[in-house]
DNA sequence: TCGCTGACCCAGG
DNA sequence: CCCTGGGCCAGCG
């Protein structure tokens, strides 16, 4: 797939890698995400990689939440949170009333735990 | 090269 | 549940 690959990162490669796998209905979170990319530990820089993706990646970006099960609040308060809430609900991943999705239930848990594809 | 600046996470209190 | 503190680190002036 065309993942993008801004500034020759390798770790930003491995991150976009393992977001391009996250299945329709599904989400991830960041430490998640780190995890599988073998980045454990560095959360952040799951956001970091995310919040520097270009419009139009094709990236299931909007799949990565949370650990708390809610969609990260941008600090610039633009319309990338509420865009990503629309996006899950299209795929059926449901929020409680909190606003929170039900990890226990939505959680990917991908076969392969290994880096590579 | 230095110094911000973040879509995070977890253990404590 | 809220708040604090510490760990994480690439990108861009």
Redesign the pocket.
């Known amino acids: 797939m065309n993942v993008p690959a801004?500034?020759?990162?390798d770790?930003?490669r491995r991150i976009y890698s393992v977001v391009s796998r996250i299945p329709r209905g599904r989400v991830a979170?960041?430490?998640?995400v780190?995890v599988l990319a073998g980045?454990a530990?560095?959360?952040?820089?799951?956001?970091?990689a995310?919040?520097?993706?270009p419009e139009g990646s094709g990236l299931p970006?909007?799949r990565?939440?949370?650990?708390?099960g809610e969609?990260?609040?941008?600090?610039?308060g633009g319309p990338?949170?509420r865009v990503?809430r629309i996006l899950l609900a299209q795929e059926r991943v449901r929020f409680d009333a909190?606003g929170r999705v039900a990890l226990e239930r939505f959680r990917w848990r991908p076969s392969r735990l290994s880096v590579d594809a």
């Open positions: 801004p500034r020759g990162s770790a930003y979170t960041y430490g998640q780190a980045l530990g560095r959360a952040r820089l799951v956001g970091y995310l919040h520097a993706l970006w909007h990565v939440i949370n650990a708390r969609v990260s609040e941008r600090s610039d990338a949170g990503q909190a």
